[in-house]
């Protein structure tokens, strides 16, 4: 079909403007579209996304000015920036460059460690009695709104609570789909929140990891998270022994911070393929660790901190050694005794997993490393973005750490 060059190329700015990024893609590759004229008003998905990428994460830009970029697709040389440059938004070269590493129509993806064509429809329906809600929370840093899971068996007793951090470009609703944490919030009993990142706090909807000022207690992000986490605490029946804190890439990374800031609140964290604390300060340190690991991290947590870790060891956004580093900080300078133990998913994926237990065997550091993946959450659904259905459940594994790991009574 040949295309009126023109026309198409206002179009992809249109969609890419409007943050509908596989519309756009899917135009630039020819794929068929409906023959309904679309309205400014129509957000309803014009076909089917392509499959999922390589891509998890928008890489932050290496100036104020200068555009964010696909991991692995390089910026355009420094110019002033234009009005979709300062609000995020790629130029057409960068969508070429992105468009590149997307596989072509009738190939399998072909990558490790990555799901394929998104399940789309409409979302499973509840079961009797749960709860799937829109709820907000504000300070004076700002606002920020979350979905909060509150499964059937809720009748007023205290529950625990699993805070869910999505990574670049998802939302709560795409994460919880491909975590499917609450199926098992409603098959053993917990509630679950999931905060969102507006693109008005990040062009590409990533937790601001690498800036210092979002690293600190009751300042920043933090201030954001720990208070919708004590906003369900207070609204809700929730034990205070059995409050968590997990993520996924940036969100991994802000999970991090949030366990090593807040040790009073969270009784155990999950980073999957995430960054330490303090990793980076500013946006040139985040590519380097990205790249190579962070090189002047936060003095790491005075107790051990429990800890569950979930990287692959193809991952060519985060490199796996920034999962070591999360290790290594939660540990403090306790003694643990190290079993290590390899192991294959029914899926097919080998993993290695790394159990440092304290005296009385409970696991207080674990880590997975799951050979030949990349980044993506493992064992996800692929009803959710950037997911691995064939690996080890990272959710279920997360709970049962979790659970294992409540923290003392204050």
């Not at 697709?73 to 920036?81: F, G, I, K, S, T």
């Not at 609000?87 to 997307?102: A, D, I, K, S, V």
């Not at 709820?135 to 909060?148: F, I, Q, W």
Request: aromatic residues 6%; charged residues 20%; proline residues 10%.
């Amino acid at each position: 079909m040949i295309l009126n060059l023109n026309a198409s190329m206002a179009e992809v700015t249109r969609l890419t403007r409007a943050g509908r990024l596989a519309e756009a893609l899917a135009l630039l590759q020819g794929s068929p579209r409906t023959t309904k004229a679309p309205q400014s008003d129509d957000r309803r998905p014009m076909r089917p996304p392509l499959p999922s990428s390589q891509i998890i994460d928008m890489m932050p830009p290496r100036s104020g000015t200068s555009p964010w970029t696909a991991s692995g697709v390089e910026a355009r040389p420094h110019m002033a920036a234009s009005p979709a440059e300062s609000l995020g938004q790629p130029h057409l070269p960068e969508m070429r460059g992105l468009f590149e590493r997307f596989p072509k129509r009738g190939f399998s993806p072909g990558l490790p460690g990555v799901a394929g064509r998104r399940v789309q429809g409409v979302p499973a329906p509840l079961p009797d009695g749960a709860l799937f809600e829109d709820r907000a929370y504000a300070n004076e840093v700002g606002s920020r709104t979350y979905k909060l899971y509150i499964p059937s068996c809720y009748r007023g007793e205290p529950l625990p609570l699993i805070v869910m951090l999505h990574g670049c470009k998802q939302s709560p609703d795409d994460f919880a789909a491909g975590t499917q944490m609450n199926g098992l919030a409603e098959e053993q009993g917990f509630l679950v929140a999931y905060p969102g990142q507006p693109a008005s706090a990040n062009p590409a909807k990533c937790w601001n990891w690498f800036n210092a000022g979002d690293q600190l207690r009751d300042r920043g992000e933090p201030s954001l998270i720990a208070g919708i986490t004590r906003q369900i605490m207070g609204n809700n029946a929730v034990d205070p022994t059995r409050v968590y804190i997990a993520g996924l890439s940036a969100g991994g990374a802000a999970a991090a911070i949030m366990g090593l800031v807040y040790p009073d609140l969270y009784a155990a964290i999950g980073v999957h393929s995430g960054l330490a604390c303090g990793a980076a300060k500013d946006m040139p340190a985040a590519f380097a660790a990205m790249r190579q690991g962070g090189s002047r991290l936060t003095e790491g947590a005075k107790l051990p901190l429990p800890t569950i870790v979930f990287h692959g060891d193809r991952d060519h956004t985060v490199n796996p050694v920034n999962g070591d580093q999360v290790i290594a900080q939660s540990k403090a300078a306790a003694e643990l005794h190290l079993t290590i133990s390899p192991g294959q998913s029914a899926g097919g994926i080998k993993y290695t997993r790394t159990v440092q237990a304290d005296g009385s065997g409970r696991p207080i550091l674990e880590q997975w490393v799951l050979h030949g993946v990349g980044h993506a959450w493992s064992g996800g659904s692929p009803a959710g973005s950037y997911t691995d259905p064939r690996g080890p459940d990272a959710s279920r594994e997360m709970l049962r750490f979790f659970l294992e790991n409540p923290r003392d009574p204050i």
